[in-house]
């Protein structure tokens, strides 16, 4: 089994910045790709970012492509999301995810992905 946490979420005014961490442990050899998905109130769960295991390739969803930045530290079991120039609807619960199956290409829904952590909450006030 694979256990992650987030962290770094907090209340930040429209135009800041954070940088949220997810640290796995457990069985972390199994781990390939991961993710950022966010949930805000009365919503679906949205794909935000995803990395593959060697930090190579990446993918962002529209709504945040050149505001966030997605990267990973193998060495450390660690996954980063830097989000820059945020917005009131970037409010949400901040989940990471992993996965344990080698795809060809960023998984961008949640079946794609089989270890959750709790999330961390990301509030932008205008």
């Known amino acids: 089994q694979v256990q992650l946490v987030e962290s770094g979420g907090g209340l930040v005014q429209a135009g800041g910045s954070l940088r949220l961490s997810c640290a796995a442990s457990?069985?972390?050899?199994?781990?390939?790709?991961m993710a950022w998905f966010r949930q805000a109130p009365g919503k679906e769960r949205d794909f935000v970012a995803g990395?593959?295991?060697?930090?190579?390739?990446?993918a962002y969803a529209d709504s945040v492509k050149g505001r966030a930045t997605i990267s990973r530290d193998n060495a450390k079991n660690t996954v980063y999301l830097q989000m820059n120039s945020l917005r009131p609807e970037d409010t949400a619960l901040y989940f990471c995810?992993?996965?344990?199956?080698?795809?060809?290409?960023?998984?961008?829904?949640?079946?794609?992905?089989?270890?959750w952590g709790q999330g961390t909450q990301v509030t932008v006030s205008s």
């Open positions: 457990g069985r972390t050899s199994n781990i390939f790709d």
């Open positions: 990395i593959s295991r060697s930090g190579s390739t990446t």
């Open positions: 995810a992993a996965s344990y199956i080698v795809r060809s290409n960023i998984g961008r829904y949640e079946s794609a992905y089989h270890f």
